[in-house]
């Protein structure tokens, strides 16, 4: 049974992260996947802080970090085609989130996942990751920030996850 406090579900996001930060979003180009099956949005991010490091690749606070998401808007032969994801709104250029990040080896960049993303610009934010609020409960941001590192903290114990084991 889990304590009520860190939240789990947040330091289970911890646990299966490379990586934990708050950036800004500042560019994105669109592609289309290897299969041409979907739409892929390659973001720079600029790092205001690093909550949770990646000791494969560390990130430093104010440089620039590649981050792919799914999604994004691409001119196809004159046609304008959008690939959006359920329930993970395009990220918006000069906006600040909370990124829970997966590392790409093979490409140096980082993974943007759909729940495990944050939108801080723009006051309390609704789909913060507890599973004892309401969906539509507004969680200061403040709030969140706090508990993400107590979440982080929490996730590099043995008794949360593997993590702290294995690293």
């Not at 620039?64 to 250029?93: C, D, H, M, Y």
Request: charged residues 20%; neutral net charge; contains cysteine.
């Amino acid at each position: 049974i889990a304590p009520p406090y860190p939240p789990i579900r947040m330091v289970k996001f911890a646990c299966g992260s490379d990586a934990v930060v708050v950036g800004t979003a500042e560019s994105s180009v669109s592609h289309m996947t290897a299969d041409l099956d979907f739409i892929y949005s390659e973001w720079k991010v600029r790092i205001r802080s690093v909550l949770q490091d990646n000791p494969k690749s560390p990130i430093f606070g104010g440089n620039e970090i590649s981050v792919v998401r799914a999604g994004g808007l691409l001119t196809i032969n004159g046609r304008s085609v959008i690939g959006k994801e359920w329930n993970f709104p395009q990220f918006q250029p000069g906006d600040e989130y909370l990124l829970y990040l997966k590392y790409i080896p093979e490409t140096g960049f980082y993974k943007a996942i759909g729940g495990r993303s944050f939108n801080l610009s723009h006051g309390p934010v609704i789909d913060a990751p507890y599973m004892d609020r309401d969906w539509t409960t507004k969680v200061p941001i403040d709030e969140l920030l706090r508990d993400t590192k107590v979440s982080i903290s929490a996730a590099g114990t043995a008794a949360y996850c593997r993590k702290a084991v294995n690293q």
